[in-house]
Nanobody, 125 residues
Framework: QLQLVESGGGLVQPGGSLRRSCAVSGFSLDYYAIGWFRQAPGKEREGVSCISSTGGTTHYADSVKGRFTISRDNAKNTAYLQMNSLKPEDTAIYYC??????????????????WGQGTQVTVSS
């Protein structure tokens, strides 16, 4: 069974940075596209960034373009989300998600089949 375990959330000041990690177990990361989603209180879940199984294609929500970077290390079975220039409106529960290798990244950022547990990210002074 595919499992996704996230780490790297927490509290950060506006303008600061955080790096989220998503460790995959049960299957090789080679066979999965990866996405990061977030959900703020009272808002719908949003696809933040997604990456193809090979890492060759990425997709970002307009709200994070130029500030967030998604990456993956298939040898380590781990995906990452580097979040820079964080704003209070980035405050949310962030989820790592996965879907099968042939899922287009735009579709990956709308719906995923496998989910991590979610971790709170709070941007506040």
């Amino acid at each position: 069974q595919l499992q996704l375990v996230e780490s790297g959330g927490g509290l950060v000041q506006p303008g600061g940075s955080l790096r989220r990690s998503c460790a995959v177990s049960g299957f090789s990361l080679d066979y999965y596209a990866i996405g990061w989603f977030r959900q703020a209180p009272g808002k719908e879940r949003e696809g933040v960034s997604c990456i193809s199984s090979t890492g060759g294609t990425t997709h970002y929500a307009d709200s994070v373009k130029g500030r967030f970077t998604i990456s993956r290390d298939n040898a380590k079975n781990t995906a990452y989300l580097q979040m820079n220039s964080l704003k209070p409106e980035d405050t949310a529960i962030y989820y790592c998600a996965a879907d099968h290798w042939n899922t287009p990244v735009q579709a990956m950022c709308v719906h995923a089949s496998y989910w991590g547990q979610g971790t709170q990210v709070t941007v506040s002074s």
